[in-house]
């Protein structure tokens, strides 16, 4: 437990000295699209009912906490493991790396939850429509948590910067633009619909979208979500274990 | 007691260590002597469990050494020879850090930042960012970051590499006063002035392999405490004797430029790897 404060506390230092870059860097993505999707281009638009704004708010939520968790710790760590070589300092503590990995991954899983809080209330400033409850804080949270954990198992594993670079445009830019974060996967044909299903934001999206809209929420998508994370954690605590 | 057991690491085909066996005692200075390659980073590395030994078992004070073995790990303090300190984060917060991350108490950690900024001389800089530091400064933050737990085993990797000679001295100072108080020190350099001044002990590597330990005396005894030194034809000659009388009975044949003195750490070395280690 001392292991998971210590490396919160690192994190809460660097959150601090460094909080208005993070906001501003985490916002501008998000708030272009909500602009020029939402109000700008989706003005006309209708999706089964909904407003498109109401309809890619969820959307751009599930994408600013991927994008912001999985950032939060994949950059850092990398750097820390192959260029600072502060990652050394850990390893050589006596603290545990389950301790290690928990405390990074809770910490970036937090900076996406601020980043996704920060968003939706400029939405709602905005006058986007969006129904909170704890359940879709919770299904944001659990979003933050499973790309967090992703990118400490890339961070360990990737060999350079570029590797990383890399990651970001083959798996991560793909899935801003296909996990449904602008429109329904439905409408898209059936094998490709079967590959978007099964990315990890899918479900956040889907999910969150059902909920801000006051419709059922489906187990496909967090049971999806809790799969994914626990496949990241595991095989993020096995690279730990290899990492030297 | 650090003990080697017959370690060595493997790096694909190539043989970094090789069956390297050393008993270090409590208090004792060890230095561990070797140019650039030589496997020493890679001894320590494999000491402080940050990559394993390919073959072979290595204890501190009886606990078997492996990532995952917690005890040990708040025994040893590792000073790296990369300035691996939060470059953002102020020398006191990087200090804060490592206390907590050695499951230090609040109070513990306020008691020891306070005598060890003042040991290292660092009060002034305290609240100065890691990565504002001068080289010198940042030495001396990385020695009371691996002080603040009190370990009874501190490790050292060059830790003067890129220092002038003033902070040299200087750190040289403070590792020796950490030794006269009873810890127990690994040193690795390529510095032979440094071993010489500073270890009780010292373990010549050459590819991976100890050649030679013994107290600088032992090592210069055993390859002849006299040297000639005889440059001729573009090239430095060193020809050992057991005393004075001898190198001059040598000496007073020979038509080519010569010195006689007292053997040095790096004839030694010279005598037994036939590498002149360079000086960084």
């Given at each position: 437990m001392n292991g998971i404060l210590a490396v919160l506390w690192r994190e809460y230092l660097y959150f601090k000295k460094r909080i208005w870059s993070i906001t501003g860097s985490s916002l501008v993505a998000p708030l272009l699209y909500l602009t020029a999707?939402?109000?700008?281009?989706?003005?006309?638009v209708n999706m089964a009912g909904v407003a498109y704004i109401d309809f890619i708010v969820p959307g751009i939520l599930a994408l600013s906490t991927m994008n912001a968790s999985f950032n939060a710790v994949s950059t850092p760590l990398s750097i820390a493991r192959l260029y600072d070589k502060t990652l050394e300092e850990y390893l050589v503590s006596p603290i545990t790396l389950y301790s290690f990995a928990a405390g990074k991954i809770l910490a970036g899983a937090l900076r996406g939850m601020y980043v996704g809080l920060l968003l939706l209330a400029v939405a709602f400033v905005l006058g986007a429509n969006c129904k909170l409850s704890g359940l879709f804080l919770l299904l944001a949270f659990l979003n933050c948590l499973v790309f967090a954990s992703l990118g400490y198992l890339v961070a360990l594993k990737i060999q350079s910067h570029p590797d990383m670079t890399r990651f970001n445009s083959f798996v991560i830019t793909p899935m801003i633009f296909l996990?449904?974060?602008?429109?329904?996967?439905?409408?898209?044909?059936a094998p490709l619909q079967l590959l978007i299903k099964a990315l990890p934001l899918t479900p956040a999206s889907q999910g969150l979208r059902s909920l801000a809209l006051g419709q059922e929420l489906s187990w496909y998508a967090p049971a999806l979500q809790l799969l994914y994370l626990v496949v990241f954690i595991v095989w993020g605590l096995r690279a730990s274990h290899k990492v030297e | 007691m650090i003990i080697l057991d017959r370690v060595t690491k493997l790096h694909g085909d190539k043989v970094?260590?090789?069956h390297l066996s050393l008993h270090i005692k409590p208090g004792e200075f060890f230095g561990l002597l070797g140019p650039n390659g030589a496997g020493k980073t890679t001894t320590l590395r494999m000491i402080t469990a940050l990559t394993p030994p390919s073959v072979g078992q290595i204890t501190i004070n009886g606990h078997p050494v492996s990532r995952n073995n917690t005890v040990f790990k708040g025994q040893i303090g590792l000073v790296p020879q990369?300035?691996?300190?939060?470059?953002?984060?102020t020398v006191e917060e990087n200090l804060r850090l490592h206390g907590m991350l050695y499951n230090m108490k609040r109070d513990e950690i306020n008691r020891r930042l306070a005598e060890l900024l003042e040991f290292t001389e660092l009060t002034a800089e305290?609240?100065?960012?890691?990565?504002?530091?001068?080289g010198g400064m940042k030495r001396k933050v990385l020695i009371a970051r691996a002080l603040m737990h009190n370990p009874s085993l501190l490790l050292l990797d060059e830790?003067?590499?890129?220092?002038d000679v003033f902070s040299r001295r200087r750190v040289w100072d403070l590792i020796k006063s950490l030794n006269t108080r009873g810890i127990t020190i690994l040193l690795t350099t390529h510095y032979l002035e440094e071993a010489e001044h500073l270890c009780s002990r010292i373990g010549l590597l050459k590819k991976g392999r100890l050649i030679m330990t013994g107290s600088v005396e032992q090592l210069r005894n055993m390859v002849g405490p006299v040297v000639v030194e005889v440059f001729a034809r573009d090239r430095t000659r060193l020809y050992f004797f057991r005393d004075q009388a001898g190198a001059l009975d040598f000496a007073s044949g020979l038509t080519e430029e010569f010195t006689i003195r007292q053997t040095s750490l790096e004839d030694v070395f010279v005598k037994m790897t036939g590498e002149r280690v360079e000086n960084h």
């Open positions: 999707f939402g109000w700008g281009l989706g003005r006309a996990c449904g974060t602008f429109f329904a996967p439905e409408h898209t044909p | 970094a260590v090789d990369h300035v691996n300190l939060e470059p953002e984060l305290r609240h100065a960012l890691a990565n504002t530091l001068s830790p003067t590499v890129g220092l």
